[in-house]
């Protein structure tokens, strides 16, 4: 094989065919992005299962899916890990339900989401002579999308844990309440809080 045939070990997970469809319906094309900052950090792509290829390699995950990251923070509970398969045809449901209900493309849906849940300050802590002062600092972008995709899972865990409502149904209702800036969502109360907190400690 030539060298100029071999695929690039650094590409986005999955390629970056536009013209393949996400689940085999949902089209990648002219997506919006409402957030210059987080942009970069978004990638969507084709493929929702590329089995941790970008794994061991630091800060590579910026390049796997949108979709692959959030159905993988779905897994990280205790009665979810591990269940990728099980996870992946959730949210595929979801999407569905989401298309039925608003009409628009989910992942559309879903990068919205993202970036409406994503907090642009929160708090660290310093120490003074040993007292320990919070003190407001501005969140880098893929931190950004990193705490939005926990507060969507969150909010779904929430949602569906010992209860009587279905995880699709969960998963849906999370990412279209975060789309529309719902601040009865979990995810964008969360962000709304945290934002909050740092106003306060400036």
Known sequence: MAAEDQPDPDAPAGGTDV???????????DLEYADPS??????????????GRHAGKQFKKSQISIVERFINRLMQTEEN???????????????????????????????TA????????????????GISVPKAVDVAPQRRVDQSLKFLAEGVYNDSFKTTTDIEEAIANQLI????????TYAVSQKEEKERVAAAAR
Not at 38 to 51: G, M, N, S
């Open 19 to 29: 013209s393949a469809q996400l689940f085999g319906t949902w089209e990648l094309v």
């Open 38 to 51: 987080t942009e970069r950090y978004i990638t969507v792509t084709p493929v929702a299962h590329t089995a």
């Open 81 to 111: 890990t591990g269940k990728k398969q099980k996870t992946l045809n959730y949210v595929r449901d979801a999407f569905d339900i989401i298309h039925e209900r608003t009409e628009d493309n989910p992942i559309q849906v879903l990068v």
């Open 114 to 129: 993202v970036e409406n849940a994503a907090p642009r300050e929160e708090t660290v802590r310093l120490k003074y002579g």
């Open 177 to 184: 309440g975060a789309a529309n800036y719902d601040v009865q």
